[in-house]
Each structure stands twice: as C-alpha cells, then as structure tokens.
C-alpha cells in the first residue's frame, strides 16, 4: 500500500522554540495533506488542509499563525509549531490524498512532540 | 453533540467472542464512512470501508444505515491481535475525515 513517512518520530525541546514536523508522500502524489492532533485518549481532530501550491485552510480554533503549513510540492508538506508551549505537547499525524484514489487518506506514523 | 459518537468502551472479551461496536454520526450528509484501528501510541490503520449494503472482511463485518446513521463493526472469533482502540470514522464532501473518540477492546486469553 502507499506509505507515508513522517520526520522527526518524535521530538523534546523548551518552551518557545519552534519545531517542523515533515511528512512526505513516498511512492505518490499528493495534492491534499491533512494535519492532525491528537491527546492522550482522545481522538485524532483535525487541524488543517494542506494543498499543494495554496494556502492551507484551518479548522476553527486552529490558529494559522502559530502552526504554519507549507505544502510546496506533490509529495511534501511541512507543520512548523511556532514558539511551543507545554500545552502543545501532542502527538501530530498527517494524512496524504493520493491523487489516484482520492477517497482513501494514508496516515504517517506520527510526531510526538513534547514541550518543556 | 460530537459528530462521531462512540462507546468508549473498554470492551473486555474472552478470545474466541464475537463483539460489535456501534456508532452515529450527526451530519446527514456525510458521504463516507470507515472504521480505523489505532493501537496505542501509532498512527490509525484503515481496517474497513462502510457500505450501506454491508461489507465483510473475514472475522470483520461492517454495517451503515443511513437512514438512521448508524454504523456497526462486528468482530467474530476475536484473537488477542485484534486488542486495540477501534475508531469509527466519517468523511464529507472535501474528503475531511471526523473521528470518533474510539472504542477501546481488550480481548484477553
């Protein structure tokens, strides 16, 4: 099946720093990449759409500022968390569209980021 | 009211048991519907497709009804492999997924 990667597994830094989270389509292309969140046991929610060579779209409460999304080719989309706090503390988990099947999402293995 | 409700569970069952997890949705116009299984600290995994006249992969039967939006998995000879959190999700028109809060199922020796 397609595989989608994500860099870093897993990611410790101090509070204000910022952090990139990339995920990258391997074996196809993808047009729409999808960020996620998600807390522990709690569900994944949906943070934003990522499309290629536009800008992103937000769910409500997302702020764009603080979680920039660029989505600059087919198979690469990058979540930078500016300035984190502890309370970002979470693991991310992006999904890409193939182009080919466009009804089904592959998710990457996920970033857990904690902030200290 | 979530979008995707869902018993959370936990679902505590002999191997062998058959189980089934159910779960509505609120938006009459959503047009897919999946179950996930995500095990602890990974990425969901697509298990199944939903389709309104039923669908079954081995062990695994899915159920939806739209009418009443209502969807089902049933798990039948249940193995100590399939212990995970079972997530029941639904996309719309932009292919946005919502996701449940997931049913937890332990299924023990």
């Known amino acids: 099946g397609a595989v989608v990667s994500q860099h870093p597994s897993w990611v410790i830094c101090k509070s204000g720093t910022s952090v990139k989270i990339e995920c990258r389509s391997l074996?196809?292309?993808?047009?729409?990449m999808f960020w996620y969140r998600q807390f522990p046991k709690q569900s994944l929610m949906l943070m934003a759409t990522?499309?290629?060579?536009?800008?992103?779209?937000?769910e409500q409460g997302v702020e764009k500022d603080k979680f920039l999304i660029n989505h600059a080719s087919l198979t690469l989309s990058t979540l930078t968390v500016t300035s984190a706090h502890p309370e970002d503390s979470s693991f991310y988990i992006c999904?890409?569209?193939?182009?080919?099947?466009?009804?089904?999402?592959?998710f990457g293995p996920g970033t857990r980021l904690t902030v200290l | 009211r979530k979008e995707v409700e869902q018993d959370p569970g936990p679902f505590n069952v002999p191997e062998g048991a058959t189980v089934a997890f159910n779960c509505t949705y609120s938006?009459?116009?959503?047009?897919?519907f999946f179950w996930y299984r995500q095990d602890c600290r990974k990425e969901p995994k697509l298990l199944m497709s939903?389709?309104?006249s039923g669908n079954e992969d081995g062990r695994f039967t899915a159920q939806l009804n739209r009418a009443s939006q209502y969807i089902s998995l049933l798990i039948r000879d249940s193995k100590l492999s399939d212990s995970a959190t079972y997530l029941c999700?639904?996309?719309?028109?932009?292919?946005?997924?919502?996701f449940g809060s997931g049913t937890r199922l332990l299924v023990r020796p």
């Open positions: 990522s499309n290629e060579g536009s800008k992103a779209t937000y």
């Open positions: 999700v639904v996309g719309d028109s932009s292919y946005k997924l919502i």
């Open positions: 074996d196809f292309q993808a047009t729409t």
């Open positions: 939903v389709y309104s």
């Open positions: 999904s890409a569209r193939d182009l080919a099947v466009p009804d089904t999402q592959y």
């Open positions: 938006n009459s116009a959503s047009q897919s």
